[in-house]
């Protein structure tokens, strides 16, 4: 089982950025999957999920608005569409996946998201 996040980068407030994660080793629409985020000093926060076969799509209230979770089952990717972006979304994001819902222990590298003017 594998992940691995791109599309991060340096973005000023109110731009965009999307957010890509490739899975591998198994099919990403047979579990539950997430974008979790870590800011500077800070702990893990869950950011928006996908449920798998139906892909009903959850998200934190900082993002609700803002942000997109989407699959693309033909690619076996994840994507995260992030718009109008704050200064308090800087963090590493990462996609994670588990046992559970709620379970975010096979994590990918990360991507690094800076939004600063």
């Known amino acids: 089982v594998q992940l691995v996040e791109s599309g991060g980068g340096l973005v000023q407030p109110g731009g965009s950025l999307r957010l890509s994660c490739a899975a591998s080793g198994f099919s990403a629409d047979s579990k539950f999957m997430s974008w979790v985020r870590q800011a500077p000093g800070k702990g893990l926060e869950w950011v928006s999920g996908i449920s798998r076969s139906s892909g009903i799509t959850y998200y934190t209230d900082s993002v609700k608005g803002r942000f997109t979770i989407s699959r693309d089952n033909a690619t076996n990717t994840l994507y995260l569409q992030m718009n109008s972006l704050k200064t308090e979304d800087t963090a590493v994001y990462y996609c994670?996946?588990?046992?559970?819902?709620?379970?975010?222990?096979?994590r990918g590298q990360g991507t690094q998201v800076t939004v600063s003017s």
């Open positions: 994670a996946t588990g046992a559970s819902y709620n379970d975010y222990s096979v």
